[in-house]
């Protein structure tokens, strides 16, 4: 299982988003670039989308929440930011982190850490899409 970012184009995207279909097994997370300009929009949406017991106020709380999702009950997770060129605009720094965070700290704990530091842990496959 290989989790990461792709870039990809709005074409390529709408083949993937046929591919993928509607499975039990899968949560997908659509977000629109647009509606993140700050770093608090963003955490809003994602504390709402994937329903964390306590909403995120800062980066360190999201990314508890991002490697718990024990809720979830779903071996596999898709997040979508549409316009990605437009996420984040006024944030660039916020921007930077969070994709620093997804490559460092939650792709890799879905991948394999999971397993190593939570009793009964299950590695899931997360793929986050950022689409032109």
């Not at 879905?110 to 950022?130: A, N």
Request: hydrophobic share 40%; charged share 25%; glycine share 4%.
């Amino acid at each position: 299982m290989i989790n990461k970012i792709i870039y990809t184009s709005t074409q390529e995207m709408k083949e993937v988003k046929s591919k993928l279909g509607r499975s039990n097994e899968t949560y997908i997370v659509e977000i629109e670039g647009e509606q993140c300009l700050y770093l608090k929009d963003y955490l809003n949406l994602m504390s709402s989308f994937f329903r964390f017991p306590i909403k995120a106020k800062g980066l360190d709380g999201y990314n508890d929440w991002m490697r718990d999702l024990s809720w979830l009950n779903k071996k596999q997770i898709i997040i979508i930011i549409n316009n990605f060129q437009e996420f984040l605009q006024k944030d660039v720094t916020s921007k930077e982190a969070i994709l620093e965070d997804f490559t460092q700290v939650i792709l890799p704990w879905w991948e394999s850490e999971v397993i190593d530091c939570v009793v009964g842990g299950e590695t899931k496959k997360m793929l986050v899409y950022l689409v032109k």
